[in-house]
C-alpha cells in the first residue's frame, strides 16, 4: 500500500501575498550539462520540509536531490543513461515522495511506467504502475495515487495493486467539453478529494469535485492567449487552503494567482517576458511552496531551480 505524503498542500497564503521578484537560482543554473551542479530541462519538482529540492533532470534521465544551501546536487534515482532497465529512467516527468516508505514515486513517461525508488542508495526502482503516459502526480490522504494521463487525456486514481484504477477526470476521449480533458499535464488534490487538472491542450485548469462527471473551469478556459483572464498551456498547479489556484502559465512564462470564483487571473511571478535575469522565467514547468510560503519554481529552458522569496507582511 502507498502511504501518506506531503502531496496535498496545506498552507495558508494570504490572498494578497506577494513574493521578491528576483529569483534566487537553488539547483541548477550553470547551463545545460550533466554535472552534478547542472540541470538539463528540469520539470519536476518537489519540496521536502527541510527545503531539501528533488528535481526530474528530464535530459538526463535522473533524479537530482539538492540539500538547502548546496552548490551541487546528487542523483539519487536514474543517472545511468537513458533505458527501460531497473536501474535507469527514460524522460522523467514529475516525482513525489513517499515519506513513511522513504520512497521517490516517479513518472518514467519514457518507459510508460510509475516507479518507486528509495530515496536513500536506492540502485534501483521497482515499477508499480505500467502501461501510462503520466505526466503528473499526486497523492491524498486516503493513499490513493492520483496520475494524469497525457495520452488517454484522463486522470486515474490508484491503489497498489490496481490493474486499472478509477478514471476521476476525464476519460471522455480528447475534446472541450466540460467532461473532456485535452492533454492534461500536472494534477493536484485537495483535502476533499476534489482534483484539479491543468488541461493543457485547452488552456485551462479544472477542477473536478469527487465522483463528478464533469469538471469546472477555475483558471483559465477563455482560449490561447495572455491577457490576465487567459492561460497558454498551463502545467504546474497547487491549491492552497482558500481553494486559491496557482498556476504556471507554460506558454507566457509567468506565474499566474486564481482566487476562488475569480473570473481573471494576477501574474505574481515573471512580469518581464521570457528570458534568464532573475525576475524572468522561461518556460516553467512545475511549482512548490515550502513551509514559509516560498515559491519554487522548474525554470526548464534556463535549466535552473528559482526560489522566489514572500515578502515580510
Same mark, same amino acid.
Given at each position: 500500500?502507498?502511504?501518506?505524503?506531503?502531496?496535498?498542500?496545506?498552507?495558508?497564503?494570504?490572498?494578497?501575498?506577494?513574493?521578491?521578484?528576483?529569483?534566487?537560482?537553488?539547483?541548477?543554473?550553470?547551463?545545460?550539462?550533466?554535472?552534478?551542479?547542472?540541470?538539463?530541462?528540469?520539470?519536476?519538482?518537489?519540496?521536502?520540509?527541510?527545503?531539501?529540492?528533488?528535481?526530474?533532470?528530464?535530459?538526463?534521465?535522473?533524479?537530482?536531490?539538492?540539500?538547502? &544551501?548546496?552548490?551541487? %546536487?546528487?542523483? /539519487? =534515482?536514474? @543517472? $545511468? *543513461?537513458? +533505458?527501460? !532497465?531497473?536501474?535507469?529512467?527514460?524522460? #522523467?516527468?514529475?516525482?513525489?515522495?513517499?515519506?513513511?516508505?522513504?520512497?521517490?514515486?516517479?513518472?518514467?513517461s519514457g518507459n510508460r511506467r510509475i516507479?518507486?525508488?528509495?530515496?536513500?542508495?536506492?540502485?534501483?526502482?521497482?515499477?508499480?504502475?505500467?502501461?501510462?503516459?503520466?505526466?503528473?502526480?499526486?497523492?491524498?490522504?486516503?493513499?490513493?495515487?492520483?496520475?494524469?494521463?497525457?495520452?488517454?487525456?484522463?486522470?486515474?486514481?490508484?491503489?497498489? &495493486?490496481?490493474?486499472? %484504477?478509477?478514471? /476521476? =477526470?476525464? @476519460? $471522455? *476521449?480528447? +475534446?472541450? !467539453?466540460?467532461?473532456?480533458?485535452?492533454? #492534461?499535464?500536472?494534477?493536484?488534490?485537495?483535502?476533499?478529494?476534489?482534483?484539479?487538472?491543468?488541461?493543457?491542450?485547452?488552456?485551462?485548469?479544472?477542477?473536478?469535485?469527487?465522483?463528478?462527471?464533469?469538471?469546472?473551469?477555475?483558471?483559465?478556459?477563455?482560449?490561447?492567449?495572455?491577457?490576465?483572464?487567459?492561460?497558454?498551456?498551463?502545467?504546474?498547479?497547487?491549491?492552497?487552503?482558500?481553494?486559491?489556484?496557482?498556476?504556471?502559465?507554460?506558454?507566457n512564462h509567468r506565474i499566474m494567482r486564481?482566487?476562488?470564483?475569480?473570473?481573471? *487571473?494576477?501574474?505574481?511571478?515573471?512580469?518581464?517576458?521570457?528570458?534568464?535575469?532573475?525576475?524572468?522565467?522561461?518556460?516553467?514547468?512545475?511549482?512548490?511552496?515550502?513551509?514559509?510560503?516560498?515559491?519554487?519554481?522548474?525554470?526548464?529552458?534556463?535549466?535552473?531551480?528559482?526560489?522566489?522569496?514572500?515578502?515580510?507582511?
Open positions: 500500500m502507498f502511504s501518506i505524503t506531503v502531496s496535498l498542500h496545506s498552507n495558508n497564503i494570504a490572498i494578497d501575498a506577494r513574493w521578491i521578484q528576483n529569483g534566487i537560482t537553488v539547483a541548477g543554473g550553470n547551463g545545460r550539462g550533466n554535472g552534478l551542479n547542472q540541470l538539463t530541462s528540469p520539470v519536476g519538482l518537489y519540496v521536502d520540509d527541510d527545503q531539501t529540492i528533488y528535481a526530474s533532470d528530464y535530459e538526463h534521465h535522473r533524479i537530482m536531490e539538492w540539500k538547502y &544551501g548546496a552548490i551541487s %546536487g546528487q542523483i /539519487v =534515482a536514474g @543517472g $545511468n *543513461g537513458v +533505458g527501460n !532497465r531497473n536501474d535507469q529512467l527514460n524522460g #522523467p516527468t514529475d516525482l513525489i515522495i513517499d515519506k513513511k516508505s522513504d520512497c521517490l514515486l516517479i513518472c518514467d516507479v518507486r525508488w528509495p530515496r536513500r542508495n536506492g540502485t534501483i526502482g521497482e515499477i508499480i504502475i505500467a502501461g501510462i503516459r503520466c505526466s503528473g502526480l499526486a497523492m491524498d490522504n486516503n493513499e490513493y495515487l492520483y496520475v494524469s494521463d497525457y495520452e488517454k487525456h484522463e486522470v486515474r486514481r490508484w491503489r497498489l &495493486g490496481d490493474t486499472h %484504477g478509477t478514471v /476521476v =477526470a476525464g @476519460g $471522455n *476521449g480528447q +475534446g472541450y !467539453r466540460l467532461d473532456q480533458l485535452n492533454v #492534461p499535464t500536472r494534477v493536484f488534490v485537495d483535502h476533499d478529494h476534489s482534483v484539479y487538472v491543468s488541461d493543457s491542450g485547452n488552456h485551462r485548469v479544472m477542477k473536478w469535485i469527487k465522483d463528478a462527471k464533469e469538471g469546472i473551469v477555475v483558471a483559465g478556459g477563455q482560449n490561447q492567449g495572455d491577457s490576465l483572464t487567459q492561460l497558454s498551456q498551463p502545467q504546474g498547479v497547487i491549491v492552497d487552503r482558500f481553494s486559491t489556484v496557482y498556476v504556471s502559465d507554460w506558454n486564481w482566487v476562488k470564483g475569480a473570473t481573471k *487571473g494576477c501574474i505574481v511571478v515573471g512580469k518581464n517576458g521570457k528570458s534568464k535575469q532573475a525576475n524572468q522565467l522561461d518556460y516553467p514547468v512545475s511549482l512548490s511552496f515550502d513551509q514559509q510560503n516560498n515559491l519554487y519554481i522548474a525554470d526548464r529552458n534556463n535549466n535552473r531551480v528559482q526560489k522566489f522569496e514572500i515578502e515580510s507582511s
